[in-house]
């Protein structure tokens, strides 16, 4: 078994007081309602510790020899409002915040979902997508958790402590409020140490928990290459792999809380029992009143039934901020492709590209692209060819300024797009690519993504241009029909019918089509190329090419091979040098003449 990463904390955020730092900016704009909020608070706090004063009142008065109805009904009725209160403003609080919690989880999850976009195709090319689901959704989560109890308990457990300890101080002498005081030291003290060696295994469990999920989603999104190779039992086994490390973390979690309970329930049981032998020794000895006693143990219940939820509210508080980490975290990663200060819109002429000196690598060991030149007029068509791994799709992708170039430039009319906007460039450029992923959706909201403002009829007259509309005719619900998740229930072909059909609605100056027509039959290619051919005469197009026959009548064609271009020129000339091109051309000829005749034999 090959031993996963150790768990570390996230180089990102170094302390929890950075995680809260953080946050506080998403509640800036509720400083007013949380403000009522903390009123309403301290209001049902007074009259919470105002109940047991008056129920003494009430036992003196009783134990005094009066009946019953001698009891001032001012004081029935103070218990009465009391109580009341404490539910009303309690209530009132949270009716006040509720908007607060949800508008600063909604807040966070938008900016954090930006942010991910605003990411380099790079770390999405690195990403596990069950992991990052998982930790989002724990994020999310442990929002919502922090909010509510910090200010929902952490706050109104101490100002009850605090007007606790103003009674006890006020009425009776110096030990209620010692042991009280002690208990209290002695409580929070033991609840942040063991809460804090509780927290590493939190953050353990999460980790397996996080591989677990981004296994099982990777296999599940690879599920037809699972039925390929019969390879159930195989992912079985990984999955249980990271389940039982993840078992194995949650039972020790689950175990060190148990520690912790048992340890805050002893220190309270001793506490009480200490306040109540000190009560009962006053009312023996004439210094208190049976009301003081049950004021007293009244006092104690209120204080030590929220004490007790505090040990739980700081160890669910240590775990959201261990959960918000990693949220935190993804929002504040470095975004490797951003817009220069003032940049400008992208300016489309003519839609001129030229490639110049450009170079590129991933890494420095690993070059893809070397000094490479070349220009693409206004309305003309370049097709770019050569073996797998020579950098074809990368020009696309720098295109896009999905990386920025290692060396050189790229222009587009004159202007370098790293000089202006994103949103211009990529809304100026229009791409077919060759595993075209589609939403789970409708057909029509697939094509329509293309331009989300289009008509119908515009949707309907470029599924004709790609030639979707009489396969959309046959499907029993039309353009409603669900595609699937990533387009699985449609071919290959008609994913890629689809992908045309919505970058034809885009309407761009700049058209690139990556092996556009690779998963398409001899007849549809023939039908969708003349169509490409029909729309390159009024855009500037890229057409990156395998099949050498789809790319004949380009205007240039571009050899690429090992990061270089090493041929240029159209389709005859280059036969006639004899080159990797020529070389290139027979070989699919004499497959395709294979293929035919393996056909005519069938």
């Known amino acids: 078994m090959k031993p996963f990463l150790e768990i570390r904390r996230d180089p990102a955020i170094q302390s929890n007081t950075q995680v809260i730092g953080l946050f506080l900016p998403y509640l800036k704009p509720f400083a007013g309602r949380i403000t009522v909020a903390l009123v309403c608070l301290v209001v049902a706090k007074l009259a919470n510790v105002g109940v047991p004063l008056v129920m003494k009142r009430i036992v003196d008065g009783l134990d005094a020899g ?23 403003f309690t209530e009132l609080r949270e009716i006040l915040f509720v908007k607060v ?63 606790v300890l103003g009674v006890l101080m006020y009425s009776y002498d110096w030990t209620f409020v010692a042991i009280t005081v002690a208990t209290l030291v002695v409580y929070l003290t033991y ?49 249980d792999e990271r389940l039982m490390l993840w078992e194995k973390a949650a039972v020790r979690n689950q175990t060190s809380l148990s520690v912790l309970n048992l340890g805050q329930s002893a220190i309270i049981a001793v506490a009480v029992t200490l306040m109540m032998w000190r009560a009962t020794a006053g009312v023996v000895n004439g210094a208190m009143t049976i009301g003081d006693l049950v004021l007293v143990n009244a006092l104690m219940i209120q204080l030590y039934i929220p ?7 700081y160890r669910e508080i240590r775990q959201s901020l261990a959960d918000m980490e990693r949220l935190f975290a993804l929002n504040e990663m470095k975004v490797e492709i951003t817009d220069v200060p003032n940049a400008l819109p992208l300016q489309v002429d003519h839609g001129e590209i030229c490639f110049e000196n450009v170079s590129f690598h991933y890494e420095d060991s690993r070059p893809i692209l070397e000094n490479v030149s070349f220009s693409v007029g206004a309305g003309k068509t370049i097709a770019v060819v050569g073996p797998s791994g020579a950098g074809k799709s990368t020009l696309a992708r720098l295109l896009f300024r999905f990386y920025d170039v290692t060396e050189g430039a790229i222009l587009i009319d004159g202007q370098d797009i790293r000089s202006i906007t994103q949103e211009s460039l990529r809304s100026a450029i229009g791409i077919v690519p060759q595993d075209a992923v589609l939403f789970n959706d409708t057909l029509e909201y697939n094509i329509a993504y293309g331009r989300t403002s289009a008509a119908h009829e515009e949707i309907e007259a470029v599924a004709r241009m790609a030639q979707l509309d009489d396969f959309i005719a046959r499907l029993p619900e039309g353009y409603a029909t669900q595609v699937g998740e990533r387009g699985l229930k449609l071919s290959g072909g008609e994913k890629q019918r689809v992908a045309i059909a919505r970058t034809l609605l885009k309407r761009p100056r700049i058209l690139i089509f990556d092996e556009a027509t690779s998963s398409l039959d001899s007849r549809s290619e023939k039908q969708i190329q003349a169509a490409i051919r029909e729309i390159a005469r009024e855009h500037t197009t890229l057409i990156i090419a395998h099949r050498l026959s789809t790319i004949v009548d380009a205007d240039e064609i571009l050899v690429l091979e090992h990061g270089r271009i090493v041929e240029r020129g159209q389709h005859i000339s280059l036969l006639a040098t004899k080159g990797l091109y020529a070389r290139m051309w027979r070989l699919q000829q004499a497959e395709q003449q294979r293929t035919e005749r393996e056909v005519g034999r069938l």
């Open 307 to 313: 004490l007790n939820l505090l040990g739980f509210v």
């Open 66 to 88: 009066h009946a019953p109805l001698m009891v001032p009904l001012a004081l029935l009725a103070a218990y009465g409002a009391l109580r009341i209160s404490t539910t009303l």
């Open 191 to 239: 609840t942040v140490l063991v809460t804090e060696w509780r927290t590493h295994m939190r953050r353990r469990m999460n980790e397996f928990d996080s591989q677990a999920s981004a296994r099982a989603t990777d296999s599940l999104l690879n599920y037809e290459t699972v039925k390929y190779f019969g390879n159930e039992r195989w992912e079985e086994a990984h999955y």
């Open 101 to 163: 919690t949800q508008r600063a989880t909604r807040a966070v999850m938008l900016q954090v979902f930006r942010h991910l976009h605003e990411m380099s195709l790079r770390f999405h090319l690195q990403r596990q997508t069950g992991r990052l689901t998982r930790d989002i959704e724990r994020g999310q989560r442990g929002i919502t958790t922090l909010i509510d109890f910090t200010l929902f308990s952490i706050l109104p457990t101490i100002v009850e402590v605090a007007l």
